[in-house]
C-alpha cells in the first residue's frame, strides 16, 4: 500500500487539532474531549474484543519501502554532553539503598486535569497479588507511582509495560483500559509484570529543560528512571534476576525502542506497538509535536531544535542498528478499518446505543485511521533499516485495523508468546 505521507500528516493534525468529538462510555456521561485522547478512550475498557481483520506475521521479509534519510542540521542546541545536565542517562543520580527507594502506595493518584482518581488504582484490585507501589526517582526528585503484578517464584524475570501518550493521568493504561488481557496474558505468573505509572506525554526520554505544565512539570528523566533507577529499586525488592523485556504503544513503542538502544543488552526483548521510530525528520517530528503539545509542552523542552545532536540521539530509526542482539517483536496496521471499528460491532459487543456507537466509530475509523497509516509508514522504514543492519524481528503487519486498543491488546499476546517468553528462555 502507498501512503502519500504529507497528505497524512495534515490530515491527521487537522483531526486532532479539531477535537471536540464525543467518545462516550455507557457508564459515564457525555463529555467532550480532544480527538486524539478519544482514540485511547473510545470507550474501550473491556478487555477483549473478537478480532476480524486479517494478520500477516512475517520474520524478516518485508516489503520495499524508502528509509527516512536523516540530515543533520547546524544546530546551537546543547550537544549530547549538555543533554542531560543532572544525571548521565541512564545512570542514577546517586548511589543509595534500594531498600529505601520502594513503599507501599496507600492512596489513589490523581488526574491533571480534573482532580479525580486514576482508575488503575482500584481495577488492579482485580488481579490476585497485584501491588500498587511508589518507586522514588532520585534524578527527579519525587515517587513515581508503579503497578507490580509479581512472579510466583522468584528469582524470575521482569516485563516493562510501558503507557500510551496520555497514561494513567488520562486512564488510557494497560491496567484501565485491559486489565483482564494483562492478567491473562501473564496468567502462569512466571515473570514479574512492572507498569509505570507516570509520564504522560514525556516519550519517556530525558528532557533538556523543565516543563511547567499541569502534565509535565518540573524535571523530567525518564530514560534515567525507566533504564536504571527503577530496574535498580523494584527487581531487587521483589527478588527478580537479571532478564528482562519493555513493550510500548503509540508513542511508547518509540520509548521502548530507545531504551534498548540507550541501554544495548540489558533488554532481552522489546514489544513495540504502532509507533513511529523516527523522531528527528519532518513528517515524525510532527507526531511528536502533536502528542507533546497535548500535554502542554513543545517539542524543543525535551530535546531542543529539530534534527538536532540530542534529537538523533533519541532517534530510534537513526539508531536502529543497536537494537542488534536483542529480540523483537513489532507491530502495526494499515488503518483502514475492521469489523470491530463499525457502528454495529460496537453495538453488538459493548452494549451502547446507537449515538455513542457512532460516535465511537466516527473516531477509530477517521482519526484512528489517520494515525494507524502513519505508523504503518513508520513501521515499515524502522523494517527496512532492520533488515538492512541484519537484525531480525517479528513483524505483525495488520491487512485492516486502526490506532486502537482492539489490536494492543492482541499484539500483548503474541508479543509475549512468539518473542518475550522465548527470548526470556521460558
Known amino acids: 500500500m502507498n501512503i502519500a505521507r504529507p497528505a497524512i500528516a495534515g490530515a491527521a493534525a487537522i483531526a486532532i487539532a479539531a477535537g471536540g468529538w464525543y467518545a462516550v462510555s455507557p457508564s459515564e456521561e457525555a463529555t467532550t474531549i480532544s480527538a486524539a485522547q478519544s482514540v485511547e478512550e473510545t470507550s474501550i ?38 543533554a542531560t545536565p543532572l544525571a548521565d542517562e541512564g545512570t542514577p543520580a546517586a548511589t543509595e539503598d534500594t531498600s529505601n527507594l520502594v513503599s507501599e502506595l496507600t492512596a489513589a493518584p490523581l488526574k491533571p486535569n480534573n482532580k479525580k482518581p486514576q482508575r488503575w488504582f482500584t481495577l488492579i484490585d482485580n488481579i490476585t497479588g497485584a501491588k500498587k ?9 519525587i515517587d513515581i507511582p508503579v503497578a507490580v503484578i509479581p512472579a510466583k517464584e522468584q528469582p524470575a524475570p521482569t516485563v516493562y509495560l510501558l503507557n500510551g501518550a496520555g497514561g494513567s493521568e488520562q486512564d488510557t493504561d494497560w491496567i484501565a483500559q485491559a486489565w483482564d488481557v494483562v492478567n491473562d496474558v501473564f496468567k502462569d505468573r512466571s515473570v514479574n509484570v512492572v507498569i509505570p505509572m ?72 522489546v514489544g513495540s506497538f504502532s509507533g513511529c521510530a523516527a523522531t528527528s525528520t519532518g513528517i515524525p517530528n510532527g507526531w511528536v509535536n502533536l502528542t507533546v503539545n497535548r500535554g502542554g509542552a513543545k517539542p524543543e523542552e525535551m530535546w531542543g531544535r529539530a534534527g538536532s545532536e540530542y534529537n538523533r540521539h533519541n532517534d530510534a530509526l537513526v539508531n536502529a542498528e543497536k537494537l542488534k542482539g536483542t ?59 532492520l533488515k538492512a543492519n541484519d537484525i531480525p524481528y517479528n513483524a505483525n503487519l495488520r491487512a485492516t485495523g486502526t490506532h486502537s486498543w482492539r489490536i494492543w491488546k492482541e499484539d500483548l499476546e503474541l508479543a509475549w508468546k512468539q518473542t518475550i517468553k522465548p527470548a526470556l528462555e521460558l
Open 133 to 141: 507501589l511508589n518507586v522514588k526517582s532520585t534524578a527527579m526528585g
Open 45 to 82: 475498557s473491556e478487555a477483549t474484543t473478537t478480532s476480524s481483520s486479517k494478520t500477516t506475521t512475517t520474520t524478516t521479509k518485508v516489503e520495499e519501502t524508502t528509509v527516512v534519510e536523516v540530515v543533520e542540521e547546524d544546530s546551537t542546541e546543547p550537544t549530547l554532553d549538555d
Open 327 to 385: 529480540k523483537l517483536y513489532i507491530s502495526s496496521a494499515t488503518g483502514l478499518f475492521a469489523e470491530s471499528d463499525t457502528v454495529g460491532f460496537l453495538r453488538k459487543t459493548r452494549n451502547m446505543d446507537f449515538i455513542q456507537a457512532s460516535a465511537n466509530a466516527q473516531t477509530l475509523i477517521i482519526e484512528g485511521g489517520v494515525i494507524e497509516a502513519a505508523m504503518n509508514a513508520c513501521t515499515h522504514d524502522l523494517l527496512v533499516k
Open 198 to 269: 507516570k509520564g504522560a506525554f514525556s516519550y519517556y526520554i530525558d528532557w533538556l529543560y523543565e516543563p511547567d505544565t499541569p502534565y509535565l512539570q518540573g524535571k523530567q528523566l525518564w530514560s534515567t528512571f525507566l533504564g536504571s533507577e527503577l530496574p535498580d529499586a523494584i527487581e531487587p525488592y521483589l527478588g527478580a534476576n537479571d532478564k528482562r523485556a519493555v513493550v510500548g504503544f503509540s508513542m511508547s513503542a518509540t520509548s521502548a525502542l530507545l531504551l534498548a538502544e540507550h541501554n544495548p543488552g540489558k533488554y532481552a526483548a
